[in-house]
């Protein structure tokens, strides 16, 4: 908007100034596309995400244990459509609660707050394979290893032939602590059955907060023959 302000004398002289005048009523917005209130963060974390106001002065990023222990990750003074806002190195902190604060504020005092609760957690989960077996069970078709685990996490089987081609891979989300398993039906992803044969299976399992461990390699040998032997005699003289 223009605001203009004119003056007139009894003479009629008049004289005229314009000043640009700006309203408004909306705060900056800042947005995080990797992070939300009771997320799990480990190792290095980078924050992504925009920030949106016309007459931004400042968005600043704090993190920490506590209110009492923040720690400045980043400072900017220009909006961002959409990129890295902050760097967080969380294995500064004990695994635990932490906190993430993000403040921005523009020229005409408007202010966006958000304090989100995380966990620090720098733990790679453990997985040991407790029982698996090492023939493909032709009469259901599947191959099973029950194994153990620290934490929930993500469980991944990876299935490959013995010359290292990766030929499938089992996907078991939410694995729960202490015990769980996972089953490989002796097919492809795309449901076509492989070749009888050796294979070598790999389980990894990845925790909420992207710490990865890996299992032991286990060796599988696939028969899908299910059909028993025929004997056809024949008559002789």
């Not at 600043?60 to 806002?85: D, H, K, W, Y």
């Not at 760097?87 to 604060?101: D, I, K, M, R, Y």
């Not at 050796?198 to 909420?208: G, H, M, Q, W």
Request: aromatic letters at 6%; hydrophobic letters at 45%.
């Amino acid at each position: 908007y223009d605001f203009r302000l004119v003056a007139r004398a009894g003479a009629g002289n008049a004289a005229t100034n314009t000043v640009p005048l700006r309203i408004d009523n909306r705060p900056p917005v800042v947005t995080l596309s990797n992070l939300s209130d009771g997320a799990f963060v480990g190792g290095v974390r980078e924050f992504r995400g925009r920030v949106t106001d016309d007459v931004l002065v400042e968005t600043r990023i704090r993190a920490g244990s506590n209110l009492a222990n923040m720690v400045t990750l980043a400072s900017q003074t220009t909006p961002e459509i959409f990129g890295s806002l902050a760097t967080w190195h969380t294995l500064a902190l004990s695994n635990g609660p932490a906190v993430v604060e993000i403040v921005a504020r523009d020229a005409l005092g408007h202010v966006y707050s958000n304090l989100l609760d995380v966990t620090v957690d720098n733990v790679v989960p453990t997985i040991t394979v407790q029982t698996s077996t090492s023939i493909f069970d032709p009469a259901f078709r599947s191959w099973t290893a029950a194994f153990t685990i620290s934490e929930i996490a993500t469980v991944v089987a990876t299935i490959r032939t013995d010359g290292g081609t990766t030929v499938r891979v089992v996907l078991r989300s939410n694995a729960s602590s202490p015990a769980d398993a996972i089953t490989w039906s002796g097919r492809t992803v795309g449901g076509v059955r492989l070749p009888d044969g050796s294979y070598e299976v790999e389980l990894f399992a990845e925790d909420r907060a992207g710490n990865v461990s890996r299992s032991t390699t286990l060796f599988v040998a696939l028969a899908t023959d299910v059909e028993p032997p025929v004997t056809i005699l024949t008559a002789s003289r």
